[in-house]
């Protein structure tokens, strides 16, 4: 299966969703049905599509920690849709490296988002990486 069509897949029906509020969940889903992917890609996409939809309030919040004098509604919608998908994946899918989430991440920013997407979805993301990281190592002392 190739994972990297699937997280493709799932930013645009992420991204789709954003316009729709109360539909959101109608309008991801008719990207899938107009999609001409295999079975397996559309399962993933899915899947990443679905869990960060159900996650998205606590999702939103961790972003928001990170974000220095801006509000996560401010952010471009692609690059948002973006974060929040590799933001599900790196704390839902432990097959899934973080690395790779986040190169991942990085790479739907260049090919869909603006200039400086790439950079700024890898500076989010790395931000979040760190907090997590702290919070674990002080569990671990604690």
């Excluded at 645009?12 to 899938?32: C, E, H, P, T, Y």
């Excluded at 990443?48 to 999702?59: A, C, P, Q, V, Y």
């Excluded at 997407?117 to 993301?125: D, E, K, Q, T, V």
Aim: net charge neutral.
């Amino acid at each position: 299966m190739n994972r990297r069509a699937g997280r493709e897949l799932a930013f645009q029906m992420l991204f789709a969703s954003a316009f729709w509020g109360d539909d959101a969940d109608n309008a991801g889903r008719k990207v899938i049905k107009t999609s001409k992917a295999e079975q397996e890609i559309c399962q993933f996409a899915t899947q990443l599509f679905e869990g960060t939809i159900k996650r998205l309030l606590e999702i939103d919040e961790l972003i928001s920690s990170k974000l220095n004098h801006w509000r996560l509604n401010r952010l471009h919608l692609i690059d948002r849709s973006i974060i929040r998908l590799a933001v599900f994946e790196i704390l839902y899918f432990d097959d899934t490296p973080t690395s790779v989430a986040i190169d991942q991440a990085v790479r739907l920013g260049k090919k869909f988002g603006g200039d400086e997407s790439g950079r700024f979805i890898n500076g989010i993301l790395g931000g979040i990486m760190r907090g997590i990281n702290k919070d674990n190592e002080e569990k671990t002392v604690n």
